[in-house]
């Protein structure tokens, strides 16, 4: 039986959906893991989106189909990216995921895997508590979180500047979005998928 693997974005500038890309081919590496990727609705005028240059950035991902709440149920494990905004996930994320009140009634996500990972401006931006704080949400739907152990040696690293939490794979983009993911941060990205991954499968069997 596959492990319906669903990873569900949102990005402006694209350092998330580069996140999410590795996540994706982490999860793919498990055998019997059926992975889609998803991106939450945009929000944001278009004019805006113009304005700020993430029309042209959104260009790179505007293959990737929208997602909608109810085809989560479809999931065994759910992994979120949302960029960081004042500590705390996206508006585009909120909106998405406050949509998600009929499967809470229903129970749609109980005992499902739940990870979540980021992106923050500076190397202290609020990694962490977007990552714990969005937690929350996914505790209430009945999920059972996942993070990235410390068996990932990467998280360790102390000789550059990178993002990577026991909490979920992070990035640092720069306060002008310049820094794209390191190959460490992209690394970690590809762990946690494929922990995910082969946490729900090992779920799914019993």
């Not at 609020?126 to 990235?148: D, N, R």
Request: glycine share 12%.
């Amino acid at each position: 039986m596959a492990t319906k693997v669903q990873v569900v974005f949102y990005s402006m500038y694209g350092h998330i959906y580069r996140m999410a890309e590795a996540v994706a081919a982490g999860a793919r590496e498990v055998a019997g893991a059926e992975v889609t990727l998803w991106q939450v609705p945009e929000l944001v005028p278009d004019e805006i989106l113009e304005k700020s240059g993430a029309k042209a950035a959104r260009a790179a991902f505007a293959h990737v189909p929208v997602a909608r709440p109810e085809q989560l149920a479809d999931a065994d494990a759910i992994l979120f990216g949302t960029p960081t905004r004042f500590g705390n996930m996206c508006a585009q994320m909120r909106n998405f995921l406050d949509q998600t009140g009929g499967l809470w009634m229903s129970g749609g996500l109980i005992g499902k895997v739940g990870s979540v990972f980021t992106s923050t401006a500076s190397q202290h931006g609020g990694q962490e508590t977007t990552i714990t704080s969005f937690h929350s949400t996914l505790l209430h739907h009945g999920m059972i979180i996942v993070g990235v152990p410390y068996s990932e040696q990467r998280l360790l690293a102390m000789n550059e500047l990178t993002g990577g939490t026991p909490y979920g794979a992070s990035t640092i983009t720069a306060g002008d979005g310049s820094r794209q993911p390191s190959e460490n941060e992209l690394a970690i990205a590809r762990f946690q998928g494929r922990h995910v991954a082969e946490i729900a499968g090992r779920l799914q069997a019993g």
